[in-house]
């Protein structure tokens, strides 16, 4: 089984990742050849058109449609999928808004979260601090207890239910001897 499920197929959503209509949602129509599609937009304003695939980030949902659809077509399958919801709630859209934000700072919005982070780095900083003390003074800085510290959880828990297991465990009768004959009573 492959690994891979992001096809170049029809109905495939797309985002166009140059030119004109960089960062808008498509749907593939038709495949032209190896390199070329058709794709259409309707629902971001992007027209019907042939785009190079290699200019397209090409998204993990897919619009059943028919091949070749017309506009109208793919306008009401985009809409029924409600493709622009289910894009908004990826990382994806995520991260390209926090791109657009940090891309969109002036320089005084640079300096407040230059600031800011200098003030997270000295509060994590001194909270390590001191648990990395606490470490080192019972010794377990590497791996090894210092006497009379109490040691650390172990990594998996017994369960109740595994000790009563290995209570019950049946005892088995021992097997008897095929060489010794049993004597009949008289």
């Known amino acids: 089984m492959s690994s891979f499920t992001r096809f170049v197929e029809t109905g495939r959503v797309a985002k166009c990742a140059v030119g004109k209509y960089k960062g808008r949602l498509v749907a593939i129509v038709n495949v032209i050849d190896q390199n070329r599609v058709l794709i259409d ?3 971001s304003g992007v027209p019907r058109q042939q785009y190079a695939v290699n200019h397209l ?3 993990k949902f897919r619009v059943r449609f028919p091949h070749t659809a017309r506009t109208r077509l793919v306008r009401d399958a985009l809409e029924k999928f ?3 919801k289910k894009f908004e709630e990826t990382r994806w859209y995520e991260r390209s ?3 657009a934000k940090r891309f969109s700072m002036n320089d005084f919005d640079r300096f407040k979260l230059r600031l800011a982070r200098r003030e997270r780095n000295a509060i994590v900083s001194a909270q390590y601090k001191k648990m990395k003390k606490v470490v080192v003074s019972n010794g377990m800085l590497f791996g090894k207890p210092r006497k009379g510290t109490k040691p650390l ?3 998996r ?3 109740p239910e595994d000790a009563a297991k290995k209570k019950k465990k049946k005892v088995k009768a021992p097997k008897k ?3 010794k004959k049993v004597a009949a009573k008289k």
Do not use: C, F, N, Q
Request: aromatic content about 0%; overall charge positive.
């Open 57 to 59: 980030h090409l998204t």
């Open 97 to 99: 808004v926090a791109k």
């Open 41 to 43: 937009g309707p629902t």
């Open 153 to 155: 959880p172990s990594k």
């Open 82 to 84: 409600d493709i622009r």
């Open 177 to 179: 001897e095929a060489g």
């Open 157 to 159: 828990e017994k369960k």
